[in-house]
């Protein structure tokens, strides 16, 4: 049995249903209770996001020390995107994805990684053409189109 601090949140316009923190820590303050949950749940976005696109905890090395370079690699290339997407966002404002169905109102990861994923292929240094502009055989908006279908697919 091990002793625990227990704070329960209720909301007085009854929106939302009781909720209970727990806490071993016997001396903490319901204020440190909640903010440590608020804290922590960035973290789990995180961690949820880097395992839904990265594929943290699904590697398949054989050896122990490929395994414990493996994890921080994947969570460094997840803070490069989310940095590199900012910068792209206070630049030139990037679009938010959406379906008629879902009500999103802020930048996912998916969002992100497709933001830097055309960044990177829209720079001059990946491209192979002439710096003379061709004649375009398919309208400008149908080859946006299919390059946000790539970014988002990839």
Known sequence: MVPLRWVLVRDPLGLFK?????????????????????????????????????????QRQWSDRAIARTTPALLGLYALV?????DLHRSQAL???????????SLTFADAIAAVRRQIWADAAFTTSPAQVEVSKIPSYIYDRLTDLACYAA
């Open 95 to 105: 679009v938010v994805r959406s379906a008629k169905w879902y009500n999103k109102k």
């Open 18 to 58: 009781p909720q209970a923190f727990l806490c071993t820590d016997q001396g903490a303050s319901s204020e440190d209770i909640l903010s440590w949950f608020v804290r922590r749940w960035t973290v789990e976005v995180t961690f949820a996001e880097v395992r839904r696109h990265l594929g943290v905890e699904t």
């Open 82 to 86: 989310t940095l590199w997407a900012d």
